[in-house]
């Protein structure tokens, strides 16, 4: 009887990995595609930490392992995300995802590795002694389109009467909040769009990590080049920050299906906290006239923990009518020899890794 084989992949298997994922998940993935989620970014063609499983000649398993870098002003520590965890029928009755993760897994005994996922099956990893849910998980969102509020309240179990009046009172209340008065000299506080990676941004991010203490994935100019600005799944929007022309911190948004979602954001103010709080207040003003010239549907931010830039920015979006709901986290993590609890209240997750994949 045949058994599985776990191999790495490699250039001249590529194309049948992605029909294997294109039949499953019915996607039109392309080479272009899966090269830039998966490649070596320093390599062309060349992908290190993907493997697929095959019996008798049929792929039955798939995981690919992106990495990362976890950076605090004063430690780093190799991340890796897996991806396109996929398996037959077969593969399950050869535990071929165990298989290919623990042979992964195992090659880094003696590093300090941080295995982590932002997935609903989460559950799946349990096995493995992953931490899943972990923390806090907040959705900040605000309808400025009558329809999309009457969508919302038509779920509800009211009578259509008053579903039309909570609808209407919603839709005046996003209205109202909205309107945008000039707080702050505009001449100090700028705001500018890129389409290539700034060269400062090494260094504003070194000046974050000083200055909020926090611990987070590490926002290298090659890396915001490949996740950002060559992404071939979407388009993400970066604006930099600027105060007395000069560079604060950025923030990242992209807009899908009439919805603005904002995925990042890095300010350095030198510990001046009303200076940030300015800044945040300047930023959705902009981008709230960005929802209002492109006639959009709602503005929705993603809060994980409690880490305090995002704690200060919630604060300003309940204030401009926005409304929270509270969600199962999605983020699951593999301790290894790297203990998160160490770093947890300065733990800082973006939705920077859900932009495009």
């Not at 992964?104 to 849910?133: L, M, V």
């Not at 009578?159 to 702050?184: A, D, R």
């Not at 990676?197 to 290298?220: A, N």
């Not at 290894?336 to 733990?347: A, E």
């Amino acid at each position: 009887m045949n058994k599985p084989s776990i191999k790495r992949a490699n250039y001249k298997n590529f194309n049948n990995i992605i029909r294997f994922h294109n039949n499953y998940y019915k996607t039109n993935r392309n080479l272009k595609q899966f090269i830039w989620m998966f490649g070596n970014r320093n390599k062309e063609n060349k992908v290190k930490n993907y493997y697929y499983s095959k019996l008798n000649n049929r792929i039955i398993g798939t995981i690919g392992f992106i990495k990362y870098d976890l950076v605090s002003s004063k430690i780093k520590v190799f991340a890796f995300k897996p991806e396109d965890v996929l398996v037959t029928i077969d593969g399950v009755k050869n535990k071929q995802f165990e298989k290919i993760y623990l042979k992964f897994k195992n090659s880094f005994k003696k590093k300090k590795i941080f295995f982590f996922n932002f997935s609903e099956i989460g559950w799946a990893f349990k096995k493995f002694s992953y931490k899943t849910n972990y923390g806090s998980r907040k959705i900040l969102r605000k309808i400025y389109s009558y329809d999309e509020i009457l969508k919302v309240t038509n779920k509800s179990n009211f009578p259509y009467i008053f579903k039309k009046i909570i609808s209407i009172i919603v839709f005046l209340y996003s209205k109202i909040t909205s309107l945008n008065y000039s707080m702050y000299n505009k001449k100090k506080i700028d705001f500018r769009i890129y389409n290539k990676c700034p060269f400062w941004v090494e260094d504003i991010f070194k000046k974050f990590l000083t200055q909020w203490k926090c611990f987070t994935i590490y926002r290298s100019k090659n890396f915001l080049k490949w996740r950002i600005f060559n992404n071939p799944y979407m388009k993400n929007n970066f604006v930099g920050i600027f105060y007395k022309q000069n560079p604060l911190g950025y923030f990242i948004y992209t807009i899908q299906n009439k919805h603005l979602y904002l995925n990042d954001l890095i300010i350095s103010s030198n510990n001046r906290e009303t200076l940030t709080k300015e800044i945040l207040q300047e930023m959705v003003k902009y981008l709230e006239e960005k929802i209002k010239n492109q006639n959009l549907k709602s503005f929705n931010f993603e809060i994980y923990l409690e880490f305090k830039l995002n704690l200060l920015l919630k604060n300003i979006l309940i204030k401009k009518g926005f409304l929270i709901k509270n969600k199962v986290s999605d983020f699951s993590y593999f301790k290894s020899n790297f203990n998160i609890k160490n770093v947890k209240k300065n733990l800082y997750i973006s939705s920077i890794l859900k932009s495009g994949r």
